[in-house]
């Protein structure tokens, strides 16, 4: 096993707990901002150091601008700014072939994978904005690779984000060794810090432990990078569960240069608490019922058959708005993508997956944001494919993991499908 401190923007002053979170580490690495000499010898004392120059390091020749290190057969890429955009991290991705990038400058911790490449910036230990102050571990251990981001303002260090993956194939027992010290031009310039980031603070006294969206279209964006081996596919159409589902899949449409509409499907909410659902409908007389839930909550049949029916009328509705005079998109013996913006029970991806196989499609794939572990698990025997970023647990709601929930309006939804639309047809 193989462990690496993982550090940024200490600018003159390590944090204390450092030496207990960081002891029989076999490597540290930091992504700049050193402020002085100081904070490298005192890390000298735990273990080997690696690290890059940030922007208030201009004078210490001793550490180049970026710098490729082995680390148990992993190509980590340390620079100080990456621009939190999806195709600029994409482009720093190709350009270094690496498994890992490690930056800093923001003072705030991000965690995401992008394409094959795992971003992670570790935060500040002195100096956070926004948060606790944190560092981040690296763990290389019988065929996967753990990366975490910890408080260090308490004693046990509790995870504020965390990514695990299998190892690439070629990172087997490999010893540590630096690559090269990359000049500092290899890639072009780093744009502006966005600062969008995961948000650590609390919501109804709860810290988040994962990494969060900034809005749908950024959920939309991640997932069109995963998606990307449907482009240009002849079969393939995106239906997206309306109205939180169609900016997520816009977003999809527009990288994969796919036909976008909508698929329409109605939560049965229960009583009182409608944001729970103990079911759903679909179009072409589809229902499905959460039979567990619905007889543990005592919900009589007459009730569920007065929900469905003020359901179905909406449904109705909605679909005379979203589509008008267009026919429903023929998905027989094609590859169908059904888009929501998260999953909670996963009642309306259920009543959408029912009732789309009664069209006969070639495959069904589901792409996601955020799901609730359980409601993934239960689907993913029901269709081809399933395609999600996070799974936090506990959950609580779709909207816990999103820095920007508003309700996607009626006109909004209209709107972008006669954008897709148009962008696909060339106009």
Known sequence: ???????????????????????????????????????????????????????????????????????????????????????????????????????????????????????????????????????????????????????????????????????????????????????????????????????????????????????????????????????????????????????????IARKLRAPLDVFTVRKLGMPGHEELAIGAIASGGIRVLNEPLVDALGVSPATIEEISERERRELERRERVYRGDRPEPDVRHRTVIVVDDGLATGASMHAAVHALRTHSPARVVVAVPVAAPDALHDLGAEVSDVICAIQPEPFFAVGMWYDEFPQVTDDEVRDLLQRAAEELSGR
């Open 1 to 251: 096993m193989t462990r690496v401190g993982l550090l940024s923007d200490t600018h003159g002053t390590l944090n204390g707990s450092l030496w207990r979170l960081f002891d029989g580490v076999d490597l540290i690495l930091h992504a700049g901002d050193w402020g002085d000499y100081g904070p490298a010898r005192e890390l000298a004392m735990i273990a080997p150091v690696e690290g890059i120059r940030g922007n208030v390091d201009a004078l210490h020749p001793s550490f180049p601008d970026v710098l490729m290190v082995d680390v148990g057969g992993l190509r980590v890429h340390l620079r100080h700014r990456v621009d939190i955009d999806l195709g600029a991290m994409g482009r720093i991705a190709a350009h270094t072939g690496a498994d890992m990038v490690l930056f800093g400058h923001t003072h705030r911790p991000f965690l995401r994978r992008v394409g094959p490449t795992v971003f992670v910036n570790p935060g500040s230990t002195s100096r956070s904005r926004g948060g606790p102050n944190s560092a981040g571990m690296l763990v290389v251990d019988e065929g996967e690779m753990i990366v975490t981001v910890r408080n260090l303002e308490l004693a046990d260090f509790p995870v504020l984000a965390r990514w695990s993956q299998p190892l690439p194939q070629q990172a087997v027992a490999l010893p540590l060794r630096r690559v090269a010290r990359a000049p500092a031009d290899i890639l072009s310039p780093p744009s502006r810090v966005t600062g969008v980031g995961p948000a650590l603070t609390s919501r109804g006294g709860m810290e988040d432990t994962t990494v969060r969206f900034k809005d749908r279209r950024e959920a939309g964006a991640w997932l069109a990078d995963e998606l990307i081996g449907y482009s240009g596919l002849p079969d393939v159409v995106l239906l997206a569960l309306p109205r939180g589902g169609v900016p997520v899949a816009y977003e």
